[in-house]
């Protein structure tokens, strides 16, 4: 059964940073493509990044370009996201998820397996 578990989440300042994991289990995941979405109150989920499990090629929203970092460690079978000078705009429950996918418009379409979420909160 694939499990995808994420955690880091938590409250803190604009400006601030905070790095988020993805335990991934259940599977090999040597072929896929791993992304992080995030959904604000209110609004669709959307995507922030991605990273391909075999290559480490990286993808990222515009929004968070230079902000942002996303990496896998093979050992741990883990995905990090690096988020730097966090803004109000960032906050969000932010989903880990891993999709059989190596097209270049990542979406939330295209990934088969979702974490349950976690709640990252930005006060300005």
């Known amino acids: 059964q694939v499990q995808l578990v994420e955690s880091g989440g938590g409250l803190v300042q604009a400006g601030d940073s905070l790095r988020l994991s993805c335990a991934a289990s259940?599977?090999?995941?040597?072929?896929?493509?791993m992304g992080w979405f995030r959904q604000a109150p209110g609004k669709e989920r959307d995507f922030v990044a991605a990273i391909r499990w075999s290559d480490t090629s990286t993808y990222y929203a515009d929004s968070v370009k230079g902000r942002f970092t996303i990496s896998r460690d093979f050992a741990k079978n883990t995905v990090s996201l690096q988020m730097n000078s966090l803004k109000p705009e960032d906050t969000a429950v932010y989903y880990c998820?891993?999709?059989?996918?190596?097209?270049?418009?990542?979406?939330?379409?295209?990934?088969?397996?979702w974490g349950k979420g976690t709640l990252v909160t930005v006060s300005s």
């Open positions: 259940g599977r090999t995941f040597s072929s896929y493509t």
């Open positions: 998820a891993a999709g059989a996918y190596y097209g270049l418009k990542i979406s939330e379409r295209n990934m088969d397996y």
